[in-house]
């Protein structure tokens, strides 16, 4: 198993630019999660999926939009990149039945808005 | 609401002198505690965690954590430091399950840089 695979590796955007964020995961995991993680900071959630068709906001949505067409993948939008939006980004899987879970982390994406 | 806090953002050690990384949570009900470790370049990498049962918890690399209720602790501790375990620590809670929006995430505290020297 790949676990979970993210690309880009690392991307500059300029200011209003959009990009997706990809994510794919290959355990079968209904949950999925996009996370960001600012210097010298814990992780924030930005957005979450229980299930294909499924998704949910976090504490920071704002600027961002997600699908889940598929079990297997979890797309992050950035419609309108903004400065603030400099970070690195972190997918997740864990798997649907019953706590505890243990999420499982892709290697992250590197965004820089200039 | 839930809550982490890492006092310390970056721990010095000597390799092969054993090592604490503190933390502290905060929650409503029973907490399920976590350990990460984040490399440079790299993604979050589970280490152990803590459910129920014996306050000690044993996880990769030799690593272990300690629950303490009383104290609302769950330090990551090592025996031997190794250089290798250079890198960002994270702990992490979540509460117990319940319906409603957001009960699916993990709070993550701001990370301890270790540092292990040679």
């Known amino acids: 198993n790949a676990g979970v695979t993210q690309t880009p590796k690392f991307r500059i955007l300029k200011i209003g630019q959009s990009m997706t964020l990809q994510c794919t995961q290959d355990m079968n995991h209904n949950y999925m999660y996009w996370y960001r993680q600012d210097p010298g900071m814990g992780l924030k959630l930005i957005y979450y999926s229980v299930g294909a068709g499924i998704t949910d906001k976090g504490e920071v949505p704002n600027g961002y939009n997600v699908s889940r067409s598929t079990t297997e993948d979890f797309p992050l939008r950035l419609e309108l990149a903004a400065p603030s939006q400099t970070s690195v980004y972190f997918c997740?899987?864990?798997?649907?039945?019953?706590?505890?879970?243990?999420?499982?982390f892709g290697p992250g994406t590197r965004l820089l808005v200039l | 609401a839930q809550s982490v806090a890492q006092p310390e953002d970056q721990v010095n050690v000597a390799e092969g002198n054993p090592l604490t990384v503190k933390c502290t949570y905060s929650v409503s009900g029973n907490p399920y505690l976590f350990w990460y470790v984040q490399y440079p370049n790299r993604g979050l990498q589970f280490l152990l965690k803590y459910i129920t049962g014996d306050n000690l918890v044993k996880g990769s690399y030799g690593f272990e954590a300690e629950f303490n209720k009383s104290q609302t602790s769950f330090h990551l501790k090592k025996p031997s430091a190794l250089v290798s375990d250079s890198a960002l620590y994270f702990c992490?809670?979540?509460?117990?399950?319940?319906?409603?929006?957001?009960?699916?995430?993990?709070?993550f505290g701001k990370g301890t840089k270790l540092s292990v020297i040679p």
């Open positions: 997740a899987s864990s798997p649907s039945l019953g706590p505890p879970e243990t999420q499982y």
């Open positions: 992490a809670v979540r509460d117990i399950p319940y319906s409603g929006a957001g009960s699916y995430q993990l709070t």
